[in-house]
Structures are given as structure tokens and as C-alpha cells.
T-cell receptor
Framework: ELKVEQNPLFLSMQEGKNYTIYCNYSTTSDRLYWYRQDPGKSLESLFVLLSNGAVKQEGRLMASLDTKARLSTLHITAAVHDLSATYFCAVIFNNNDMRFGAGTRLTVKP | GAVVSQHPSWVICKSGTSVKIECRSLDFQATTMFWYRQFPKKSLMLMATSNEGSKATYEQGVEKDKFLINHASLTLSTLTVTSAHPEDSSFYIC?????????????FGPGTRLTVL
């Protein structure tokens, strides 16, 4: 069964702190994406990870991929309020089946 | 960059009426477009895959007669919710893939919020 699991589902953190969101998937994947969604809005693409060991960084967000462990992480460094949003990982299986994780709702408090 | 638009951005309709949602790729051609629905505070659920010039492929559990999809051109796909009922109220998001063959980079539209009274 093709499954994508994210955790945590809810994350409340203080500004300035670091935290990691995890995305596990059930079987071999072709690509993995991270998206951000603000309330009432559509998805904004953050990162696409294509190969084992891939690491990408943009501002305070860094994503990595371990295809052997079937795990991707989204690391937040020194969080700021503007990062409050819901973050989704999405995995493409068999080149034509895209599955989303349940999402992690991040709230950054001052 | 690749831009996808949706129209309308929100719609309120009475139960029993039909609603059409348009998804357009503005600066690229999309052989394949995807339709998702998202319930409040939930993830995206793929409803169907729409290929230009052919019938859409629906996911299991999605009624093809209720959610009519037409991919009329390489830049336009429409989703018509027929005889809408309150349980069809949801956030509908489309995405477009500029490349043929499998799923490549998807560009998402801004979404359409449907409320059925």
C-alpha cells in the first residue's frame, strides 16, 4: 500500500527555536516534494528532492531525503512567526501516483 | 514561472444546482491536469487526473457522473459539480503538469472554495 505519513500533525513552537518535521513513506519513490499552505490558500512549492542524500535549503527551512530509510525531514531553524502555516510532504510513486501526507500545522508563537 | 489560475475563487450555491470550476495554465501547456479536494484542516485528496483530449481517470470512490471533468484544450480543464449538495462543500484545487508522461512538476492553482447551502 502506498502511504505517506507525517509527524507531528500539530506543532506549536516559540520563535527562535528549532524543530524538525518528518515524512515517512511506504515504498520506493521517484521524487518527494514539500509544500506550504497558508489558511484558505493553495499550495506553495518549497522543495523537490530527487535523490538519496539530497539536501536543499531556503532561508530558515532545510529539507533532506534519505531514500534508504524512506524518510524526508523538513528542519526549521530559529523559527519566526511568518513560518506559521501547514506543511505537506508529497511523494510520487511509480512516476504517476502522487500521495500527500496529512500535513503538519505549525504555529510559531512570539 | 508557471502560473495556474482557477475561477471562481469562491462560490456559494443552492443545493441541487450545478457549479463549474475552471482551471487554466496561463503561460504553459498542460497535457495533464489534476483535481483535488480538501476538507477543512485535512490533506489533499486526488479526485481525478485529466488528460487533454481523453476521458478523465477518476480515483476510487469518486463519482464520475457527479464530478464531470472536461479537458478541452492544453490550457483549460473544467470540473463541474452536478446537483451539488452540502456534503460537496469543500476546497477544490487543480494542478497542471507541463510535461507528458507520468507526474512531473505540478503547479497548483489558488483553489476554489465551494459552499453548498
Amino acid at each position: 500500500e502506498l502511504k505517506v505519513e507525517q509527524n507531528p500533525l500539530f506543532l506549536s513552537m516559540q520563535e527562535g527555536k528549532n524543530y524538525t518535521i518528518y515524512c515517512n513513506y511506504s515504498t520506493t519513490s521517484d521524487r518527494l516534494y514539500w509544500y506550504r499552505q497558508d489558511p484558505g490558500k493553495s499550495l506553495e512549492s518549497l522543495f523537490v528532492l530527487l535523490s538519496n542524500g539530497a539536501v536543499k535549503q531556503e532561508g530558515r527551512l532545510m529539507a533532506s531525503l534519505d531514500t534508504k530509510a524512506r524518510l524526508s525531514t523538513l528542519h526549521i531553524t530559529a523559527a519566526v512567526h511568518d513560518l506559521s502555516a501547514t506543511y505537506f510532504c508529497a511523494v510520487i510513486f511509480n512516476n504517476n501516483d502522487m500521495r500527500f501526507g496529512a500535513g503538519t500545522r505549525l504555529t510559531v508563537k512570539p | 514561472g508557471a502560473v495556474v489560475s482557477q475561477h471562481p475563487s469562491w462560490v456559494i450555491c443552492k443545493s441541487g444546482t450545478s457549479v463549474k470550476i475552471e482551471c487554466r495554465s496561463l503561460d504553459f501547456q498542460a497535457t495533464t491536469m489534476f483535481w483535488y479536494r480538501q476538507f477543512p484542516k485535512k490533506s489533499l485528496m486526488l479526485m481525478a487526473t485529466s488528460n487533454e483530449g481523453s476521458k478523465a481517470t477518476y480515483e476510487q470512490g469518486v463519482e464520475k457522473d457527479k464530478f464531470l471533468i472536461n479537458h478541452a484544450s492544453l490550457t483549460l480543464s473544467t470540473l463541474t459539480v452536478t446537483s451539488a449538495h452540502p456534503e460537496d462543500s469543500s476546497f477544490y484545487i487543480c494542478s497542471a503538469d507541463p510535461l507528458a508522461g507520468g507526474i512531473n512538476e505540478q503547479f497548483f492553482g489558488p483553489g476554489t472554495r465551494l459552499t453548498v447551502l
